[in-house]
């Protein structure tokens, strides 16, 4: 199963440029993940929008979700965002606990020798 990794930030600078790093630094010949920019509000502007994060789960509703985020209302609305998540979807998504740099590129790592959900976030938090 691919993974998707949501990056969460309160500018869409910082996640375009964690996603550029994420796709150039770590080799996925297997296509094992992909990973979406949804910093900023949906304007463009400094801080975060909900809808980029739903959007984003319900579009990739067939892969593991891993959602990263900076800081206050960036976790605030991955929260949110989960509460328009059906149940059996919701399974597959998760709100990592962890440094948004660090956690997404361990992430994105740890998808590519095919870990399992469970395996990845223990890997973030090991390294958090």
């Excluded at 509000?41 to 959602?67: L, M, P, R, Y």
């Excluded at 328009?84 to 998760?94: G, I, M, S, W």
């Amino acid at each position: 199963m691919t993974n998707l990794l949501i990056l969460v930030s309160h500018s869409q600078t910082i996640t375009e440029g964690l996603k550029e790093l994420l796709e150039t630094m770590v080799p996925d010949d297997n296509n094992t993940f992909s990973v979406i920019s949804a910093g900023g509000t949906d304007d463009g502007e400094i801080g975060t929008s909900v809808s980029k994060i739903t959007d984003a789960i319900f579009a990739n509703s067939d892969k593991e979700i891993f959602i990263f985020t900076d800081m206050g209302s960036a976790v605030l609305s991955a929260e949110t965002a989960l509460d328009f998540v059906e149940d059996d979807l919701k399974a597959h998504v998760h709100l990592v606990e962890g440094p948004l740099v660090e956690g997404a590129y361990i992430g994105a790592v740890q998808s590519t020798i095919n870990r399992t959900p469970e395996q990845i976030l223990v890997a973030i938090k090991e390294q958090s």
